[in-house]
């Protein structure tokens, strides 16, 4: 399946001399094309440059990042972003936010049309078209960033502790609609969160990552039966193993953190 | 509405307390006119501070005929052609400083040296470059609107959000058109904020300009009625300047919140 991130020997530093500080260091990890891993990690653990170095945003100060064996230069459309504070354009609205990169494409205004309303009805944002960014409430905001990030197809979804800002009732409805969306349409989801509930639950992987500087201490493999609902789910035996895994993996670090 | 929250009046219809609320808003000004007319004829003489009702007559009066027409329009197209070049100029000069370092050193030295000259100060030398008239005029008011539309276009456009530059990076923008498309919309707040600083700035300007530099024009009508002492015209052309510059505020005000109903 396409959209295969491989990510080799990388290292980035940030700033000269003596404001020199490591964010990530030799790290080495492959995203099969779609799977969902999320990445946890010790806040500054540079999990979030991580996800920008994969984005293009950031260039690596060593090493290679590559999807589907091309080294990646840059930011791309092969790739998508959901930012944790949503960066809609807010001079623009729910629909011309969702229409932004089709009309970068070059896609005619009729078949943008039909591509934005799907996106907007997944996200169950239909009768919000013409509203503004500011009229909308965060969970709606960030629903808004995730249909204008599926509206122009990247391959692969970056996702920067996307719901981080939102309530837990709203995390979990919106969990749920993104793990549905993500199986409906297969793509590959690389999640950055520093909830170990929310890492376990999404992910088929969990990557751990080390504390400053950043890079891979272990990862986890969630083979979790995620036929039934999620409350059939949370509350199962495997779910808290996995959980109580990443948890304690997770704690070591925090815990040097502490004693430093 | 400002008052509605606080006050007993919220017990009044809606139309009513429209009403109620536009004669508080003009009380300020209705206490400055009494206080003007019991000064006039009392303390001060009314040879040299005319009554409210004696100004008030020949505002009528200039209204009726005519003269003030020809000179009220060449001094509004001299605050518009100055504003709107100042916009034009400003805009370009305050997003291109801030993410062009060339452009920057280059004209960083430029601002931060005129900025602390009080541009009425430059009317002679502009009378010297460009003779005493409508260009002289237009240049003033030009170099006094400059400013702040240059800093407030320089700090938006220096502090627009990084993510919303990635978020169109990412869906394919080039780095030449997220000038248009990102920072430029994501500024135009604070170039209004700079626009609304501005319009008053330039009525300033410009009868600055006009009492020194000008044969025609609300400033030149003000400067000569005054030379030969006919005070209640100095008066009425002074009290129809201010009132026009205090429309223009208040209808850009208006037009600006119809245009920025995303904000």
Same mark, same amino acid.
């Given at each position: 399946m396409d959209g295969r991130v491989t990510i080799s020997g990388l290292e980035k530093v940030y700033g000269q001399g003596a404001e020199r500080t490591k964010a990530i260091e030799d790290l080495n990890f492959e995203v099969d094309g779609g799977e969902f891993v999320s990445v946890v990690g010790p806040s500054g653990c540079g999990k979030s440059t991580l996800l920008y170095l994969i984005a293009g945003f950031l260039d690596a100060t060593e090493g290679t990042i590559s999807v589907d064996g091309d080294p990646i230069n840059g930011p791309g459309t092969d790739r998508g972003v959901v930012f944790q504070d949503y960066a809609l354009f807010p001079w623009r609205t729910v629909y011309e936010n969702v229409t932004y990169g089709l009309e970068e494409d070059g896609v005619p205004k009729d078949e943008r049309q039909n591509i934005a309303q799907k996106y907007i009805d997944m996200v169950d944002l239909d009768g919000f078209e013409d509203k503004y960014p500011k009229e909308l409430s965060g969970g709606m905001k960030q629903r808004v960033g995730i249909a204008r990030t599926l509206a122009y197809e990247p391959k692969i979804l970056l996702m920067d502790e996307p719901f981080g800002a939102l309530d837990q009732p709203l995390r979990e409805s919106l969990q749920d609609q993104l793990l549905d969306i993500w199986s409906d349409l297969g793509k590959t989801a690389l999640f950055i969160t520093h909830d170990v509930e929310e890492a376990v639950y999404l992910s088929e992987r969990v990557l751990i990552m080390t504390r400053h500087p950043g890079t891979k201490k272990t990862v986890a493999e969630i083979d979790l039966d995620r036929s039934g609902s999620r409350e059939e789910i949370v509350t199962s035996d495997d779910f808290a193993h996995f959980k109580n895994d990443v948890w304690k993996s997770l704690h070591e670090e925090t815990q040097t953190e502490v004693t430093l | 509405m400002r008052y509605a929250t606080s006050r007993s009046i919220e017990v009044l219809p809606t139309p009513v307390q429209g009403v109620v609320n536009t004669i508080i808003d003009w009380i300020p000004l209705g206490i400055v006119v009494l206080v003007w007319e019991l000064v006039s004829g009392g303390i001060v003489a009314t040879d040299v501070l005319p009554a409210p009702a004696t100004v008030g007559a020949e505002i009528v009066e200039l209204f009726v005929s005519g003269e003030v027409f020809s000179h009220l329009f060449i001094s509004l197209f001299r605050v518009g052609v100055g504003l709107g070049l100042s916009i034009l100029v400003g805009v370009l000069l305050g997003v291109g400083m801030a993410r062009s370092d060339p452009v920057e050193n280059f004209f960083d030295i430029f601002l931060s040296m005129t900025y602390p000259i009080p541009k009425t100060a430059l009317v002679p030398l502009a009378i010297l470059w460009l003779g005493v008239g409508t260009k002289t005029a237009i240049l003033i008011v030009f170099l006094a609107c400059l400013l702040p539309i240059v800093l407030n276009a320089y700090n938006a456009a220096e502090n627009v959000d990084q993510n919303l530059v990635w978020a169109a990076q990412m869906m394919g923008t080039d780095e030449r058109s997220i000038l248009y498309k990102i920072v430029f919309p994501a500024t135009i707040p604070e170039i209004m904020t700079g626009v609304r600083q501005a319009v008053p700035i330039a009525f300033i300007a410009l009868v600055s300009a006009e009492l020194i $530099?000008?044969? $025609?024009g609300m400033g030149y009508l003000i400067l000569t009625s005054g030379q030969i002492g006919n005070y209640p015209t100095m008066f009425a052309n002074i009290v129809i300047i201010s009132a026009v510059a205090f429309v223009a505020v208040r209808a850009f005000e208006e037009a600006r919140g119809r245009l920025l109903v995303w904000t």
């Open positions: - | $530099a000008s044969n $025609a």
